[in-house]
């Protein structure tokens, strides 16, 4: 069975600095998909980025990029120039791609407070 | 505008009482899916549905039901079987049971009176 670890349960970073969140994943699979959802206070799940595991180039979008090594099954988050509005709960998730978007499992998730 | 529908934002049970949590989307999407938050926790699947009229139990599915007699709509109902029913439910879609992007609801908050 798949699991996603995110080893660091709360972070903070200042207004407009830059900040790395964790996380490392099991599996036996070859190919598969792997997310990072952010989790305002509203508690909306919104999709922040996503890596195809046959892709060696990593995902950006905007000031969110991941640092994908597949050897090591880490994919970890980094989000630039950080915001008061990336205020969240970030949650890490991993699907194979046989079988569908049930097979999604999420990592614990990461408390991130962007202070002023 | 396109997207998912959860209702009500907060629901009280009382001990033996079945509720059900609705959700609609306008998506046109085939499949949907119930997640259910606990502090602390990941999303774990409750139930999902690939296609209408047909629905599939997923990870924690025992004390709840669903139905899906309309492509929009997947209400789960959370049954007196449930011990443990306060939580944070998510109901999401995705294009069809394939596609790995999923869009999210708001979510309801049950608590047991």
């Known amino acids: 069975a798949q699991t996603v670890t995110q080893s660091q349960p709360e972070m903070s970073v200042q207004e407009a600095e830059t900040v790395t969140l964790s996380c490392t994943y099991d599996t036996s699979e070859n190919n598969y998909y792997l997310f990072w959802y952010k989790q305002p206070p509203s508690r909306q799940m919104i999709l922040v980025i996503r890596q195809e595991a046959y892709k060696q180039q990593n995902a950006t979008e905007n000031r969110f990029s991941v640092n994908f090594q597949k050897a090591a099954k880490s994919f970890s988050l980094k989000i630039s120039d950080s915001q008061l509005g990336d205020t969240a709960m970030y949650f890490c998730a991993f699907s194979p791609t046989q079988g569908g978007s049930e097979k999604l499992v999420f990592g614990k998730g990461t408390k991130l407070t962007v202070n002023p | 505008d396109g997207g998912i529908t959860q209702s009500p934002k907060y629901l009280f049970r009382k001990e033996g009482q079945n509720v059900t949590l609705s959700c609609e989307q306008n998506l046109n999407h085939d499949a949907m899916y119930w997640y259910r938050q606990d502090p602390g926790q990941g999303l774990r699947l409750i139930y999902y549905?690939?296609?209408?009229?047909?629905?599939q139990k997923g990870d924690i599915a025992e004390g709840y039901s669903v139905s899906r007699e309309k492509k929009e709509s997947f209400p789960l109902t959370v049954t007196s079987a449930q011990k443990n029913p306060t939580a944070f439910y998510l109901c999401?879609?995705?294009?069809?049971?394939?596609?790995?992007?999923?869009?999210f609801g708001s979510g309801t908050q049950l608590s047991v009176l």
């Open positions: 999401a879609s995705s294009l069809n049971w394939a596609n790995e992007k999923l869009f």
């Open positions: 549905s690939q296609i209408v009229n047909d629905f």
